[in-house]
């Protein structure tokens, strides 16, 4: 099993739908959460991090299933210029490197 | 402003012919890293280090080579026995003892084509 799975996509959607994806993770012990935002040929940059309560900014609702070993990200009434591929990513224990999945690409179309 | 610069952002080599992307912060980081992406794939990890004078490799660190002399710079070297290296390179820092925080900080890439 891979270490962070997501679903790649692409999700078509029109603009002002509630999109959502889930990512799931191997590592029980795995400690901290974050979606980063990547468009087409740019570095990646963090959108969010993801708390045990779950947290929401803006039009975007991110949450953690521990019992489960996934997170989640909502976007809301969504833009076109949320088109990108969100990415992801896990932080296990220890001074080990973040471990990204390999993204989910949405395109919000008009 | 700071932040990390790689150069160069667009870079063509031939077969055989060893290349030198550089990478620099001035974010004061502890922690810097190496990934590669290739079209619809995520990112993989080369090599990273944590501290000055040490670094240890990623998932595909063979055909590459790092150093790390000054905080500052992780300039990445991808040597001729690496068999595809087309591919997107990203240089990313974080600050130590912000592991909960998680932010890595990305450069803007080094697109590298082998002819």
């Known amino acids: 099993r891979k270490e962070v799975e997501q679903d790649p996509g692409p999700f078509n959607v029109p603009e002002g739908a509630t999109v959502a994806f889930n990512c799931t993770y191997s590592?029980?012990?795995?400690?901290?959460f974050f979606w980063y935002r990547q468009d087409c040929r740019k570095e990646p940059k963090l959108l969010m991090s993801?708390?045990?309560s779950g947290n929401e900014d803006g039009r975007f609702t991110a949450q953690l299933n521990r019992a489960s070993q996934y997170i989640s990200l909502l976007i809301r009434d969504s833009k076109l210029s949320d088109s990108a591929t969100y990415l992801c990513?896990?932080?296990?224990?220890?001074?080990?490197?973040?471990?990204f999945g390999k993204g989910t690409r949405l395109s919000v179309i008009a | 402003d700071g932040g990390i610069t790689q150069s160069p952002k667009y870079l063509f080599r031939k077969e055989g012919q060893n290349v030198t992307l550089s990478c620099e912060q001035n974010?004061?980081?502890?922690?810097m890293y190496w990934y590669r992406q290739d079209p619809g794939q995520g990112l993989r990890l080369i090599y990273y280090?944590?501290?000055?004078?040490?670094?240890q490799k990623g998932d595909i660190a063979e055909g590459y080579s790092v150093s790390r002399e000054k905080k500052e710079s992780f300039p990445l070297t991808v040597t001729s026995a690496q068999k595809n290296p087309t591919a997107f390179y990203l240089c990313?820092?974080?600050?130590?003892?912000?592991?909960?925080?998680?932010?890595?900080?990305f450069g803007e890439g080094s697109r590298l084509t082998v002819l």
């Open positions: 990313a820092s974080k600050a130590s003892g912000r592991a909960l925080t998680g932010e890595l900080f």
């Open positions: 590592n029980s012990a795995s400690q901290s």
């Open positions: 993801v708390y045990s």
């Open positions: 990513v896990v932080n296990s224990p220890g001074n080990t490197p973040l471990v």
């Open positions: 974010l004061n980081h502890d922690a």
């Open positions: 280090s944590q501290i000055v004078n040490d670094f």
